[in-house]
């Protein structure tokens, strides 16, 4: 996922506002999380190490998972939808007459 976009998350599974909080069983139908991708890694090294004894058989191997961090922008509860922007209207410019009336 690339740096800067965005993601829209729908299992969401608890949603809590002021005194209203509302549990899902197992997801909250309808709820929404609008997230934004802000950094692309990989984690810190897992060390694996396979050893049996008598035969000489020794393995070490490591592991680093890969990982995108989210900020979250906006948690929407059921019912709610997301404020779309408005779009402005243009004015008509008046008709101008050149005859001075």
Known sequence: ?????????????????????TVGKPFIDGAKVLATAKQNGKGEKVIVLKYKPKVRYRRKTGHRQLFTRLGIDKILAPGYEEAKPVRKTRRKKKEVTTDGT
């Open 1 to 21: 996922m690339a740096e800067g976009s965005t993601v829209e998350l729908d299992r969401v599974l608890f949603v809590a506002d002021g005194d209203k909080v």
